[in-house]
């Protein structure tokens, strides 16, 4: 029973426009959300994180959207571009618990 | 500077053979991890360990065998290798239990059991 989906396998964008990937969780409990960036034969590598007392938190080009209420997340990536092309992790968890890992979301930034 | 290293990052071997996968991280952290990724590509939880002493066990079976020497370092042991290991596990790494919640990846290690 999965807890956190990534619903979208795959995602292609044009150079320049808005990324926008989604991510959908069921456990109340979760109260600090991350989004990792993985390249092929890398580790997953830490991105930016949002904790449950707010809704958006902003890192230069990447923008973390949380909506407590609807139990979603979002990233936001604008502008894109090509080096942005990797799978991209949601990643939650609560208090002490290990982080429980979205399917992933691959972005293809085409130039 | 390798933040979190792991070894080997490929290992081929046949079923029923016993190998071992080694991590070690240089961040000072207190709290490690070994996640395995599956074909589904899903990031699954395995083992926790917090300064030395085992945390959580995800329900895995006893053929896989974290040991901790020490902070620095938890390596998997995994014994008459089936078919259905064969993933990339990963290690990681976190600077306590609770607080400070980004986790940092080894680069992967690539097991195919044939």
């Known amino acids: 029973d999965q807890q956190v989906k990534q619903n979208s396998p795959s995602l292609s964008v044009q150079e320049g426009r808005i990324s926008i990937l989604n991510c959908d969780y069921t456990?109340?409990?979760?109260?600090?959300f991350l989004w990792y960036k993985k390249y092929p034969a890398e580790g997953p590598t830490f991105l930016i994180s949002?904790?449950?007392?707010?809704d958006k938190n902003e890192d230069g080009r990447f923008t973390v959207f949380l909506n407590k209420s609807a139990k979603h997340l979002s990233l936001h990536i604008v502008p894109s571009q090509p080096g942005d092309s990797a799978v991209y992790f949601c990643?939650?968890?609560?208090?002490?618990?290990?982080?429980?890992f979205g399917k992933g979301t691959r972005l293809s930034v085409i130039a | 500077d390798t933040a979190v290293s792991q070894t080997p990052k490929y290992l081929v071997t046949q079923m029923g053979n016993d190998k071992s996968i080694k991590c070690e991280q240089n961040?000072?952290?207190?709290?490690m991890y070994w996640y395995k990724q599956d074909s589904k590509k899903f990031l699954k939880i395995m083992f926790s360990?917090?300064?030395?002493?085992?945390?959580i066990n995800e329900t895995v079976p006893n053929r896989f065998s974290p040991k901790s020497p020490d902070k620095a370092h938890l390596n998997l042991h995994i014994n008459s290798l089936e078919l259905g290991d064969s993933a990339v596990y990963f290690c990681?790494?976190?600077?306590?239990?609770?607080?400070?919640?980004?986790?940092?990846f080894g680069p992967g290690t690539r097991l195919t059991v044939l």
């Open positions: 990681a790494s976190r600077r306590s239990q609770t607080g400070d919640n980004e986790q940092f």
């Open positions: 456990n109340s409990m979760f109260d600090y």
């Open positions: 949002i904790s449950s007392i707010k």
């Open positions: 990643a939650l968890n609560s208090g002490n618990t290990p982080l429980v």
């Open positions: 961040l000072g952290h207190d709290t």
């Open positions: 360990y917090n300064n030395k002493e085992l945390i």
